[in-house]
Structures are given as C-alpha cells and as structure tokens.
C-alpha cells in the first residue's frame, strides 16, 4: 500500500503564505493523481485541489487565483502553494492519492491549517 507524509502546517496571519507538501512511498503501483482534501470541523470534507500524473489540475472555486499545486512525478512529491491566506481556509488538509488500475484512495495523516490574527 502507499504510505504519505505531509508537512508544512501551521499557523499564520490573514494574508500570509504556507507550502504543504505530500511525498507518496511504499507502492509498486502507479500513481495517477495526488492533491488535498481539507475539512473545518463541522463541515464535510472538500476537494481543495488536485494534479493527476500527466498534469491536469483542478481548483476548487474558493482557491482559484491564491492556491497552485505542483507535483514531481519522479519523486511521487506533490506541493500547495497557499498564498493570501484567508480565515476561511482554517482547516485539516489531508493529502490523498489515486493508485493503481482501479484508483484505490489512500489517505494522509492531516496536517493543521490556521488562519488567524
């Protein structure tokens, strides 16, 4: 199965910036599309963005213009430029991955998003 680890949480100010990356490991199988879900608690968990191994990428509408997901195939590596960070983006962003003939979902730890003054 594939093992992520994501990092680069944490808490900043309105306005601010943060860069979270998700690196995939422990699988065989190809991987056709990493990226972030993020949850609020209270709310159902929301697809922020997505990249898929031959480039394609998808925003949701709230992000579009702030956010950019970059991914090194090589590497299995997928990066979120957050910029002008808002409240509204306080969250848990879970790293996910599409592996294998039939998309098999794996899912990251999480990692803590803040937007606070």
């Known amino acids: 199965q594939v093992q992520l680890v994501e990092s680069g949480g944490g808490l900043v100010q309105p306005g601010g910036s943060l860069r979270l990356s998700c690196a995939a490991s422990g699988s065989s199988c190809s991987i056709n599309a990493m990226g972030w879900y993020r949850q609020a608690p209270g709310k159902e968990r929301e697809l922020v963005a997505g990249?898929?191994?031959?480039?394609?990428?998808n925003y949701a509408d709230s992000v579009k213009g702030r956010f950019t997901i970059s991914r090194d195939n090589a590497k299995n590596t997928v990066y979120l430029q957050m910029n002008s960070l808002k409240p509204e983006d306080t969250a848990v962003y879970y790293c996910?991955?599409?592996?294998?003939?039939?998309?098999?979902?794996?899912w990251g730890q999480g990692t803590q998003v803040t937007v606070s003054s």
């Open positions: 996910y991955v599409l592996a294998g003939g039939r998309d098999f979902r794996y």
């Open positions: 990249v898929s191994r031959f480039g394609s990428t």
